[in-house]
């Protein structure tokens, strides 16, 4: 038999070329994810030694719960930072969403599931303006969103009058109470949200889309993609998903605030950038976002333990941001310079 095609291994390695060939393509393709992945091991490891009560069943389901609603606009952040935009108004669209589902709730006298589906047309609605002024009206998302954010702040505030919508109905507790298990059930919808999208961005023309309107937006067009209808898609995503956070934050107190979802777009722009996205587009992925999710979960949860203050958490959380960014700017310019 001839030998002049075999390839040599290293001693003991009983795999073949090809399997070989297919263990560094999944290493390469996930090194990203990987990454993330040793860093939320360390990163519990770590808070573990400082705290006794970190591994205890009660504080990982307490962090499960407490990661939901970032996690939930995170995904629609994702989608926003991968076409090249940001959205600002994450935590407006939050707000607003959660009073028209109140007062759907209590003075319309919806039924829970419809009232729920309003929020999130709302949101979607809400989102759909944002993503048509950044397409058509050619108007920059930073812009157009903190505009938007100002906007939502204040529309809450206006069909509220201003006022908390308390006393919502008990039906609306079981999203946020149920479990399966033990593990709760609203962490469990948000890993099967993040299963879906990453399915979408991985596997369909219309995530490959996204990918290359955030890479090169005018090499997209002259190749005649919808650059405007995904980059408005993205949006709409991130605006139903913001409403669909509020839903959440609903059902822990059966009550709702104008200021609920205050800070939120800061939280998802954090969990994408950890997770390593870029904030220029084309590059980041559902996994690393939830990863980066999970890491802030981890760090907030950290911080509570060790008994830090709440206004020094927010400095953490903006020092976290910076140091991610530029880490992401190495890697890329790294990467070009790979590419020359």
């Known amino acids: 038999m001839s030998t002049n095609n075999l390839k040599v291994t290293e001693p003991g390695d009983t795999r073949t070329p090809a399997a070989l060939r297919r263990h560094g ?6 090194q990203l994810e990987i990454r993330m992945f040793v860093v939320l091991v ?8 400082m705290s006794s009560h970190f591994f205890s069943l009660g504080n990982l389901f307490n962090l499960m ?27 407006a669209l939050t707000g607003v969403a959660g009073i028209v589902l109140g007062l759907a709730l209590t003075s319309a006298g919806l039924p829970v599931p419809v009232a729920i589906a309003a929020s999130i047309i709302v949101g979607g609605l809400l989102g759909l303006v944002n993503g048509l002024l950044v397409t058509f009206g050619r108007v920059a998302p930073f812009i157009v969103t903190l505009g938007m954010m ?20 008990q039906g609306l507790s079981y999203i946020g109470l149920a479990d399966v ?19 979408y961005l991985t ?23 919808k650059v405007s209808y995904y980059t408005t898609l993205a949006y709409v995503v991130s605006g139903a998903l913001a409403a669909l956070a509020s839903v959440m934050l609903a059902s822990r107190l059966l009550s709702i605030d104008p200021i609920a979802g205050n800070g939120l777009e800061l939280d998802s722009i954090a969990a994408v950038v950890i997770g ?15 990863f980066g999710v999970l890491i802030m979960g981890l760090i907030r949860n950290g911080l509570n333990l060790l008994n830090v203050g709440p206004y020094w958490q927010g400095s953490a959380i903006g020092a976290i941001i910076i140091i ?7 890697v890329t310019t790294r990467l070009n310079r790979r590419g020359q």
């Not at 990661?67 to 935590?91: N, Y």
């Not at 100002?150 to 201003?162: E, M, P, Q, T, W």
């Not at 298990?181 to 399915?199: H, Q, R, S």
């Open 42 to 49: 360390a990163l519990s490891v770590v808070l573990s030694l």
């Open 181 to 199: 298990f033990g593990v709760p059930a609203n962490f469990l919808l948000v890993v099967l949200l993040f299963a879906l999208a990453w399915y």
């Open 276 to 290: 390593g996205a870029s904030l220029f587009g084309g590059r980041g992925s559902m996994i690393g976002t939830f």
């Open 25 to 30: 393509s999944f290493l390469h393709r996930f």
């Open 203 to 225: 596997f369909t023309k219309g995530g490959r889309t996204i990918y290359a309107i955030g890479s090169n937006i005018e090499a997209a067009r002259a190749s005649g993609l």
């Open 150 to 169: 100002s906007i939502g702040r204040s529309l809450a505030y206006v069909i509220s009058d201003g006022n908390s919508i308390s006393s919502l109905p």
């Open 324 to 330: 991610a960014v530029l880490a992401e700017r190495i």
């Open 65 to 91: 719960d407490q990661s939901v609603v970032t996690g939930i606009a995170a995904i629609g952040q994702t989608f926003v930072i991968l076409v090249a935009g940001i959205d600002l108004s994450v935590g």
